[in-house]
Every structure is written in structure tokens, then in C-alpha cells.
């Protein structure tokens, strides 16, 4: 027969340990969290062995009295939230009541604090959650709180602790997420002796910078759009630059580090596009939201939150970054620094793209690309405006030559330029048929010769289920036979890919994707694979006026600076790179 006993209050308060002190950096993050809610703006962390042996977190907050030093050791004591009512609305990072409680049950706890009313401070001392004195102290003003050995009464925890230098990893990323957010404040992290970040204060971005490196600096995108009940704000990363896991990620909600599985496939859904599915982008984002819309009394971590209206707020995050991602063709910002016309350069970016569109209309007719001699008179256009204009009217300059069949060679004012002509030659294709499917008008272009093309049953089965899908992309076809599809008609753009080729791959790709409705997200995904169909293969020879078209073309489109697989499809070589090549100015 079982006895069932309550557990001791030590044992009690243990296991209640375990939910939040997860590791010496979730200790570390209550700490921090707990010095921001005092006002504090200077944070200083101390940390041996990666935080087995001590971590101290030094504020200059509004310090704790003495009476309340030995209430905020007690389980469920806050000064955050008092009534039910507090609880809809939080305003701090910390509310529940349990952090310091936890962290005296598994550690040495030590905290001297002083308020602004007392002559000096006071300081308590606690072990696994005993109290054992209270005495005067010197200090300045606000709180020190170091912990001691965490664990060093839970062996059984102890021994899964990581090695100091991993334990160190996850203090060190709870320091940059609450750095990150807090830019206005200053912290300082000393590891074994040795300085590891000394921030002062600083902007959003610049503190960004300051985490994220320059890398980021100098390949990133502003977020900014407000909605109905909130408003997004931040920096993203170009897809020039991606990581082989999520570690840049930072979002916040109303101020509070979050990981969210809407928000992810939010983001990850907008740089679907740009960047290829195993690689993933580096992001600063805020999110603020009316209270009452966001519920963070999920999880003990507080790092996961609620949101009263998931599905659009997925939805707006998603237009939000995919319209920092729509940014056309931009130089790297490094890149432009060194030149001495960087003052006359800047006022001719902003002109560009107006300029783009205008070259673009007088040299090409509305089927770009095609084989210059149905063009002639395009050509003479086309001679007349290099000739009249100088290379610094576009970023991506004018094309010299073709290199290996794959390749354009352009020159323009920073340097040379190199395009893979079929990775941008895809983008714009792949952006002028999803253009023309969500304005519900992709061209099509009737065959000469209807082509007919024998289908698998299942094959059949998918062309039967998505017709209306199939017609809406371009395509126009009957069924003959059972086993043959006759296209009629497939969209202008590709009209000169194989026909066979393209239809069946696109009615493959439908099966691949498993399940009968067709998103929106499934729609992109056939257009792409459509693309890649119609764009120009390597080794076919173009003129000089085609490679300016294009040129032109990918100045004028969103995202043309990676293909539909996050490839990048141009690369300058600045005169400055060229000059250190020849060893020149030396
Ligand atoms: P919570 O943060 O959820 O209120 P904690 O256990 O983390 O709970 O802290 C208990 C209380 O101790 C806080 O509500 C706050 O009043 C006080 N406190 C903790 N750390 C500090 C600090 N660094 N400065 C001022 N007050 C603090
Ligand atoms: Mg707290």
C-alpha cells in the first residue's frame, strides 16, 4: 500500500527551482530582468566558470529596503502586480513572484541593496533558502546580488550542468538578448577575470550593430509599419547574409524576448522567397501591442507569449517584412565609404530607380529579352542612351562583354560588376508572373502546334483536382485521353521553354505538396518552379543591348538581388578591391 505524505517545504521549493532556474544563465536572465524592472541604467554581470561557481549582477536601480529583503526570499512575494487586474495588464518582465525565492533554494544567495531614503545597506545572506543574517553594509545605492554555487545542494542537478565553457554560451546569450533590448542601458560582463562586453549607451540600431557586428551593419533592412491594435519596428538581414541556425533571432514583444512558433513561420514564410529553407536570416524586431492583446503569464521562462489575434498579426508581421525585402538594388554601404564621390553618389541612388524605369521603358518593348534583331530600332535607342549617359546613372552600369556563356560582365561608377545571368533572368521572371497571377491577369500565349503530353494517373488526378489552379497560372488545355493532356497555351513569359517539361513539373511539384487546398505560399512556389522553365539557360549569346535590359530590368525589381533560391545573382569588384589587387596607393 502506498503512503502518501506532503513533501517538505525544502523539497517543495526545489522542485519548484527546477521550472525556473533552469541553468545558471536562466538565474542570470532573472537577475538582469529583475534590475531593468528597478530603473536601473547601468548593468554590470560577474560571472566565474561560466556561472557554476559565482554570477553577481551589480544595478544602480531603485534598490530593495531592508524589510522587504527578507520577504523577497519568500516564494510568491512580488511588488510587481497586486490584484488580478495587474495580471491582464504586466508592464515589468518580472511579475511572478518566484525568481529570488528559486534561486535561494538551490544556491548561497547573497543580495546587499540600498534605497535612496537609508543612510546605508543592508545585506542578507541565504542558504538553500535559510536565512541567516541580515546585517548593515557599504554600498552605494542600488542592489548586488551574487549567487554561489548554484546547485550545490541538488547534486543530482549539479552533475547536469555542461562543461564552463557551454554554461558560459547560454549566460553569454541571455546577455546579449536583454543588451539587445535595451539600448538606453549600459552593461558590462567580466568572465573569469577577462571583460567581454562593455556596452554604453547607444540607438537601437547602433546597438544592434554593437551585438550582431558588422556583418549585419552593413547588409541590413528597416522594418517600420504601425496596424490597427500595435506596430512593428526593426532591422532584418539582406538575404546576402544568412546563418546555418536560429541564433540571430531576436523578437520582442512590448519589450519582452519571445520565441514563437507563429512568428517563426511568419518570417520564415516572407524570406521564403529569398534565402534557401535550410539557411536562416539574422533580425532585431519589435513588436508592440495594446496589453490587453498579448497574454505573457504562459510559461515560468515568460518567453513564450499568447496572442489574442494570432492569425493577423502572423499576417502583418509576414507584409512587414516582406516589404523590407522588396527594397530593388542598393550598393553595399561599405563598399560605397572609400570612394571620394560618395557625396555625389548618394544623391544619384535616389534618383535611380525612377531612372531605371525610364531607360527601361524608351530601350525595351513589353517582351524584354528578345533577340535583337526583331529590335532594331530598340538597338539605336539603346546606343543612343549610353552614349548620353554616363555609368554613374545606374548602379548596376553598363555590360561589357559576356564571360563563359553564365556571366555578364558590367561596369559601372564603383567598379566592375559580375551577373549570373540565369539566376537574375529567373527573379524577374519569377516576379513578373507573380505580379500578373495576383492581379489575376498572367498573359498567355496560345502554341502554334498544340503539344500533347502523355500524364500518369496520378499525374491526371492532380490536373483534374487543380484545374482552375492550372488555368489561373497560364496554362489552357483539355484532356484527350486518359492518358494525354493537350496544352493549347502556356504563359507568354515561357513561352519558349519545353512545354512538356514545364507542365509536368509544375504538376508534380502540386502532387509534392501533399494536401488539396493550394495556398498562397504553394501558388509562389509553382510560379518559381515555372520560372526556372522559362529563364535563360547558360551558354546562349547575348547582345550588349540584352544585357543592358536586364541590367535595367533588375534595377527596377523587388528583391532582383537574389535568385528564387536565395542565391545572389550580382557581385561588385570595387576599384578600391582592384587597386589592392595591383598593390597601387601604396
Ligand atoms: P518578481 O520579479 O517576479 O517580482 P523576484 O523573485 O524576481 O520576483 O523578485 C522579488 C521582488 O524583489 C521584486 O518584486 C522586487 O520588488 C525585488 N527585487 C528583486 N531584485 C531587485 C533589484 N535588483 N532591485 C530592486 N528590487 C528588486
Ligand atoms: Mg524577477
Not at 516564494?75 to 508592464?91: G, N, P, Y
Not at 515589468?92 to 534561486?103: N, Q, W
Not at 554561489?148 to 549566460?171: D, M, Q, V, W
Request: aromatic letters at 6%.
Amino acid at each position: 500500500m502506498s503512503v502518501i505524505k506532503a513533501l517538505p517545504d525544502a523539497i517543495i521549493d526545489q522542485i519548484a527551482a527546477g521550472e525556473v532556474v533552469e541553468r545558471p544563465a536562466s538565474a542570470l536572465k532573472e537577475l538582469m530582468e529583475n534590475s531593468l524592472d528597478a530603473g536601473a541604467k547601468t548593468i554590470s554581470v560577474i560571472l566565474t566558470n561560466g556561472g557554476t561557481g559565482v554570477i553577481t549582477v551589480r544595478d544602480d536601480g531603485m534598490g530593495i529596503s531592508k524589510d522587504e529583503l527578507t520577504i523577497s526570499l519568500e516564494r510568491h512575494t512580488t511588488s510587481k502586480i497586486k490584484s488580478e487586474i495587474d495580471l491582464r495588464e504586466i508592464k515589468t518582465l518580472g511579475f511572478r513572484g518566484e525568481a529570488l525565492s528559486s534561486i535561494a533554494a538551490v544556491s548561497i544567495l547573497l543580495i546587499s541593496s540600498r534605497t535612496a531614503n537609508q543612510d546605508h545597506g543592508w545585506e542578507i545572506r541565504s542558504e538553500g533558502g535559510k536565512i541567516f543574517d541580515i546585517k548593515p553594509t557599504m554600498i552605494n545605492g542600488g542592489t548586488n546580488v551574487t549567487i554561489n554555487n548554484i546547485y550545490y545542494n541538488t547534486p543530482a542537478r549539479r552533475k547536469f550542468l555542461k562543461n564552463p565553457s557551454t554554461e558560459f554560451g547560454h549566460c553569454e546569450g541571455v546577455f546579449k538578448t536583454i543588451a539587445i533590448s535595451n539600448p538606453e542601458v549600459s552593461f558590462l560582463m567580466m568572465h573569469n577575470g577577462k571583460e567581454k562586453w562593455n556596452l554604453k549607451p547607444n540607438s537601437q540600431s547602433e546597438r544592434n550593430d554593437q551585438i550582431l557586428g558588422i556583418n549585419f551593419r552593413d547588409n541590413k533592412l528597416q522594418i517600420s509599419e504601425k496596424f490597427a491594435f500595435g506596430s512593428i519596428s526593426g532591422e532584418i538581414s539582406s538575404p546576402n547574409i544568412s546563418n546555418p541556425r536560429r541564433e540571430k533571432q531576436y523578437f520582442f514583444v512590448n519589450g519582452r524576448y519571445i520565441r514563437d512558433r507563429v512568428i517563426n513561420h511568419a518570417i520564415k514564410t516572407a524570406y521564403h522567397d529569398v534565402l534557401h529553407h535550410s539557411r536562416y536570416p539574422t533580425y532585431v524586431i519589435q513588436l508592440q501591442l495594446d496589453l490587453n492583446e498579448v497574454d505573457v503569464n504562459v510559461h515560468p521562462a515568460k518567453t513564450e507569449v499568447r496572442f489574442a489575434k494570432s492569425r493577423a498579426i502572423h499576417d502583418f508581421i509576414r507584409k512587414s517584412v516582406l516589404k523590407a525585402l522588396s527594397t530593388p538594388v542598393v550598393f553595399d554601404r561599405k563598399k560605397q565609404k572609400n570612394r571620394e564621390d560618395k557625396l555625389n553618389f548618394q544623391s544619384d541612388l535616389t534618383n535611380l530607380n525612377s531612372q531605371a524605369r525610364l531607360y527601361f521603358k524608351q530601350a525595351s518593348s513589353q517582351d524584354s529579352l528578345k533577340p535583337s534583331n526583331q529590335n532594331e530600332n530598340h538597338l539605336n535607342s539603346s546606343k543612343i542612351l549610353r552614349s548620353n549617359r554616363s555609368t554613374n546613372d545606374f548602379p548596376l552600369g553598363f555590360a561589357i562583354t559576356q564571360l563563359a556563356g553564365t556571366y555578364i560582365l558590367a561596369q559601372n561608377k564603383l567598379g566592375i560588376i559580375l551577373v549570373d545571368i540565369h539566376a537574375a533572368h529567373e527573379r524577374l521572371t519569377y516576379e513578373r508572373l507573380k505580379l500578373e497571377f495576383q492581379q489575376e491577369s498572367v498573359k498567355t500565349q496560345g502554341l502554334l502546334v498544340s503539344a500533347p503530353i502523355k500524364v500518369s494517373s496520378l499525374e491526371l488526378s492532380a490536373v483534374e483536382d487543380n484545374k482552375i489552379t492550372l488555368k489561373n497560372l497560364g496554362f489552357d488545355f483539355t484532356c484527350v485521353f486518359p492518358d494525354v493532356i493537350l496544352i493549347r497555351a502556356v504563359p507568354s513569359f515561357l513561352k519558349d521553354a519545353d512545354v512538356e517539361k514545364l507542365f509536368l513539373d509544375t504538376v508534380n511539384e502540386i502532387i509534392d505538396f501533399g494536401s488539396s487546398t493550394i495556398t498562397t505560399e504553394h501558388c509562389n512556389t509553382l510560379l518559381s518552379t515555372m520560372a526556372c522553365h522559362g529563364s535563360i539557360r547558360a551558354n546562349r549569346k547575348m547582345t550588349t543591348l540584352e544585357m543592358d535590359r536586364l541590367l535595367r530590368e533588375m534595377e527596377s525589381t523587388p528583391r532582383a538581388n537574389q535568385c528564387n533560391h536565395g542565391r545572389p545573382t550580382w557581385h561588385q569588384i570595387s576599384y578600391d578591391e582592384i587597386d589592392k589587387i595591383f598593390l597601387r596607393g601604396r
